[in-house]
């Protein structure tokens, strides 16, 4: 399965983006999706996961009310609607699928077997 990550940009505080991650080579449906983030010198930081099927979502308690994932699996895309973007969520951001990611590796980069290349987003303040 290939994943990639679509939408990033710039973007004044305040302002918002929509990411999107399509899989090609694979069926998006079997796989738990999540989008991870990522500044130079820092570990890749979990953003928020949805399950296979849509039912559960888990956040990052910072983006909590200000973002959403959601999956549509009849077109193999995930998105990630970013709003009330502050300078703190500039990054590369990445998507990543898991055939059988555990709940404990929900926000765990090893829970995921399929990466994307990253999209950057870049907040003005």
């Known amino acids: 399965v290939q994943l990639q990550a679509f939408g990033g940009g710039l973007v004044e505080a305040g302002g918002s983006l929509r990411l999107s991650c399509v899989a090609s080579?694979?069926?998006?449906?079997?796989?738990?999706m999540a989008w991870f983030r990522q500044v130079p010198g820092k570990e890749r930081e979990f953003v928020a996961a949805?399950?296979?099927?849509?039912?559960?979502?888990y956040y990052l308690d910072s983006v909590k009310g200000r973002f959403t994932i959601s999956r549509d699996n009849a077109k193999n895309t995930v998105l990630l609607q970013m709003n009330s973007l502050t300078p703190e969520d500039m990054a590369v951001y990445h998507c990543?699928?898991?055939?059988?990611?555990?709940?404990?590796?929900?926000?765990?980069?090893?829970?995921?077997?399929?990466w994307g290349q990253g999209t950057q987003v870049t907040v003005s303040s």
């Open positions: 990543a699928g898991g055939l059988r990611t555990i709940l404990s590796e929900t926000r765990e980069p090893r829970g995921y077997d399929y």
């Open positions: 080579g694979g069926t998006l449906s079997r796989l738990n």
């Open positions: 949805i399950r296979k099927s849509g039912g559960n979502t």
